[in-house]
Every structure is written in structure tokens, then in C-alpha cells.
């Protein structure tokens, strides 16, 4: 595609339930990233894959949040069990190679727990 | 540990006029420093972006300027127009590692 796609661009849920965040990079991008942005500051670092293995995820809060890339393209981040401190903007991002620093972001996912 | 500190939170600029925002870094291990500019409703985009070998770059009416031994790192945006209205954000990135740490972020309004 012509950029990095996420859906949902929305979500609203309820505190408990489970939540599965989509990214879309761009075509051909090695590298995939997710970042969490809460409101009126930059973007936090969660986890990043190489193909479809994960390298980093130290970024993740706790366990309840999972990412998987099993075919190198598409990713999904998962967020179990969702708490009120969970709601912020979801980005994914992407990048040409697997060393390369100049990243494309998306327009992002933005949750909100209720 | 907020390894990226970023100022001014907010900078109002007469049309013309130089934005100035600065950030200071902690980790020595840092080896690229882009800065990021987001309008609303969008992601962030890359701006420019300098290495500690250099001590400044331009592009444009863009400039970084670097002070490796101070650990500060600023944006020069010459002759600002109302079309920069946007927040910047100051990063850096070990890139043996690949995740970048971003600043907090500089709302600018440039003012017609």
C-alpha cells in the first residue's frame, strides 16, 4: 500500500475485555514497529519484528499485551484483559530494511478503555 | 527514566520569524537524532536527522545543530510559515537496538 494501514482507527471497550490492534506496513518493509502514544506525549517504544520474528519486546507493559507477525506482513497487537490505563494511541510503523532509520508511522489505533 | 528531555512544551512564532525547540539527551549510546513533525490526526513524519560525527545540518529552512559533549540537540526552522504549525518531537536511537526514544513533544503555532 501507499502507507502504513491500521484499523481500527477507533475502539471503544469495556475494562476486561480483549482487544486486537491491526497493522498493515508499507509494501515490502522488512522491519515492523509498535508504539503506544499517550495524549500530549511522543511515542513510547513496545515491540519490533524482522520478517515475521520478533526481535524486542521489551517495550511491552506486562503480559496482557502480545504481538505476532507470522508471515512477515501483517501484524497484530493484542491487548488482554483491558484496564483503563490501557487506552492511548496505538501506532505501527515500518521501515525499508532491517537497519535502515528512517521509519514510516501510521495513522494509528486509538483505544479507549471504559 | 525519561532518557529525552524536551523544550519548550509550546512555542508561539510570528510568520518569518526562527523556531527554536531543544532537547538534551542521557544515554551516551545514542547514535542517530531525528526529529519527527506531526499534524493532527496523523502519525509523525520524519523531518531530519543528524549523527554525532557532525555538528550541524541543513536542510531547507531546517536545521539541526549538535553538541555532542553537552548532550543537547536542537531544530532551527528559519523563516517559519503558518504551514509548520505542527508538534515536533526530538528522538534518538541506539541503532544496534532500533527502538527509538522519543521527547515529549513542542506544540508549534506559527502565527499569520
Known amino acids: 500500500g501507499a502507507g502504513v494501514s491500521q484499523s481500527p482507527r477507533y475502539k471503544v471497550t469495556k475494562r476486561g475485555q480483549d482487544v486486537a490492534l491491526r497493522c498493515d506496513p508499507i509494501?515490502?518493509?522488512?522491519?515492523l514497529y509498535w508504539y503506544r502514544q499517550a495524549l500530549g506525549q511522543g511515542p513510547e517504544f513496545l515491540t519490533y519484528?524482522?520478517?515475521?520474528?520478533?526481535?524486542?519486546k521489551s517495550g511491552l507493559p506486562n503480559d496482557r499485551f502480545s504481538a505476532e507477525r507470522p508471515e512477515g506482513s501483517i501484524s497484530t497487537l493484542t491487548i488482554q484483559r483491558t484496564e483503563q490505563r490501557d487506552s492511548a494511541m496505538y501506532r505501527c510503523?515500518?521501515?525499508?530494511?532491517?537497519?535502515?532509520?528512517?521509519?514510516?508511522f501510521g495513522e494509528g489505533s486509538w483505544l479507549t478503555v471504559v | 527514566q525519561q532518557q529525552v528531555k524536551q523544550s519548550p512544551q509550546s512555542l508561539i512564532v510570528q510568520k518569518g520569524g526562527i523556531s527554536i525547540i531543544n532537547c538534551a539527551y542521557e544515554?551516551?549510546?545514542?547514535?542517530?537524532f531525528p526529529w519527527y513533525q506531526q499534524f493532527p490526526g496523523k502519525g509523525p513524519a520524519l523531518l531530519i536527522a543528524?549523527?554525532?560525527?557532525?555538528s550541524e545540518k541543513k536542510e531547507g529552512r531546517f536545521t539541526i545543530s549538535f553538541n555532542k559533549s553537552a548532550k543537547q540537540f536542537s531544530l532551527h526552522i528559519m523563516d517559519s510559515q503558518p504551514g509548520d504549525s505542527a508538534t515536533y518531537f526530538c528522538?534518538?536511537?541506539?541503532?544496534?537496538?532500533?527502538?527509538?526514544?522519543f521527547g515529549s513533544g513542542t506544540r508549534l503555532q506559527v502565527q499569520p
Open positions: 528522538a534518538a536511537i541506539h541503532t544496534g537496538r532500533r527502538a527509538l526514544t
Open positions: 543528524i549523527r554525532p560525527d557532525v
Open positions: 519484528f524482522n520478517y515475521e520474528a520478533q526481535q524486542d
Open positions: 510503523a515500518s521501515s525499508a530494511g532491517t537497519a535502515g532509520n528512517t521509519i514510516y
Open positions: 544515554n551516551t549510546a545514542f547514535d542517530y
Open positions: 509494501s515490502g518493509h522488512v522491519s
